[in-house]
């Protein structure tokens, strides 16, 4: 059987399925969320577990896709002076099409929506020009982009990745 993603299990074709994670990697996660800096060895005494032991959960968590260890910055403070969300409605299949948004330098974020919008993608840009030309030139060229709507963020008030785990 093949995997997809969305395809209808009657047709033949298998989804493939999370594996669940235990108490023990949601509470290191619960703790890298906290303080990705956080050592293996604080870690461990805050979860029951040897230094080595978190070592290797976390090596599997990021291996398998489940989380990142990354820095958050603020693009202001690098020098990149536009972020907007684009709304993109399209036609045809939508795979291929946030496949080719993800391939852009500049953006961020992509994601398959439901409502008004097939994909929304986030872009981190220099200038408006920069801005400008990643959605003529680059965004609105990709075969099924049909129209873009872009918002324009004004200021940024809250940016976190701490939703923890359930």
Same mark, same amino acid.
């Given at each position: 059987?093949?995997?997809?993603?969305?395809?209808?299990?009657?047709?033949?074709?298998?989804?493939?399925?999370?594996?669940?994670?235990?108490?023990?990697?949601?509470?290191?996660?619960?703790?890298?969320?906290?303080?990705?800096?956080?050592?293996?060895?604080?870690?461990?005494?805050?979860?029951?577990?040897?230094?080595?032991?978190?070592?290797?959960?976390?090596?599997?968590?990021?291996?398998?896709?489940?989380?990142?260890?990354?820095?958050?910055?603020?693009? @202001? +403070?690098?020098?990149?002076? $536009?972020?907007?969300? /684009?709304?993109?409605?399209? #036609?045809? *299949?939508?795979?291929?099409?946030?496949?080719?948004?993800?391939?852009?330098?500049?953006?961020?974020?992509?994601?398959?929506?439901?409502?008004?919008?097939?994909?929304?993608?986030?872009?981190?840009?220099?200038?408006?020009?920069?801005? @400008? +030309?990643?959605?003529?030139? $680059?965004?609105?060229? /990709?075969?099924?982009?049909? #129209?873009? *709507?872009?918002?324009?963020?004004?200021?940024?008030?809250?940016?976190?990745?701490?939703?923890?785990?359930?």
């Amino acid at each position: 059987m093949r995997a997809c993603a969305g395809c209808c299990e009657d047709q033949g074709v298998t989804k493939p399925r999370p594996t669940p994670l235990d108490d023990v990697s949601k509470a290191i996660i619960a703790e890298l969320q906290d303080d990705g800096r956080r050592s293996y060895a604080a870690i461990g005494k805050a979860v029951g577990l040897s230094e080595a032991a978190v070592r290797q959960r976390v090596q599997r968590l990021v291996d398998s896709g489940v989380m990142q260890v990354v820095a958050v910055t603020d693009p @202001l +403070e690098l020098g990149f002076a $536009r972020q907007a969300m /684009i709304g993109i409605k399209a #036609s045809g *299949e939508l795979e291929p099409i946030a496949d080719a948004l993800a391939e852009i330098t500049e953006v961020d974020y992509v994601v398959i929506t439901a409502g008004s919008y097939d994909l929304l993608v986030e872009v981190v840009c220099e200038s408006d020009e920069h801005l @400008l +030309e990643i959605i003529s030139r $680059r965004i609105r060229t /990709i075969d099924g982009v049909i #129209s873009t *709507e872009t918002m324009v963020y004004l200021k940024l008030r809250k940016q976190t990745y701490s939703w923890g785990v359930r």
